[in-house]
């Protein structure tokens, strides 16, 4: 199966179609609205939650004894504790 590369309207920014079975989904908006200011501000929100996100696993507390579960369990609840709550604060 290859990769069928074809341009829209957008000369410079190819869109790929692998036999017309993949879709392009677009979360920056950019092929929708050629907004390449609402891409930029889109991109900055991601990476600031991405920051924010690694910030917050860089403070929890590990020990030599932990598995992957005791793990997995600390990061559930600081994901409760601190960014859900920043987001539903009531």
């Given at each position: 199966?290859?990769?069928?590369?074809?341009?829209?309207?957008?000369?410079?920014?190819?869109?790929?179609?692998?036999h017309g079975e993949?879709?392009?989904?677009?979360?920056g908006s950019y092929?929708e609205t050629n907004?390449?200011?609402?891409?930029?501000?889109?991109?900055?929100?991601?990476?600031?939650?991405?920051?924010?996100?690694?910030?917050?696993?860089?403070?929890?507390?590990?020990?030599?004894?932990?598995?992957?579960?005791?793990?997995?369990?600390?990061?559930?609840?600081?994901?409760?504790?601190?960014?859900?709550?920043?987001?539903?604060?009531?």
């Amino acid at each position: 199966m290859g990769i069928i590369i074809h341009y829209q309207e957008k000369p410079e920014i190819p869109s790929a179609k692998i036999h017309g079975e993949s879709e392009r989904y677009d979360e920056g908006s950019y092929w929708e609205t050629n907004n390449a200011d609402l891409l930029k501000k889109k991109m900055e929100f991601l990476n600031a939650k991405i920051n924010e996100l690694a910030d917050a696993l860089e403070t929890l507390p590990y020990d030599k004894n932990d598995t992957t579960i005791s793990i997995a369990d600390k990061i559930e609840k600081l994901l409760k504790e601190k960014l859900w709550k920043r987001k539903n604060p009531d």
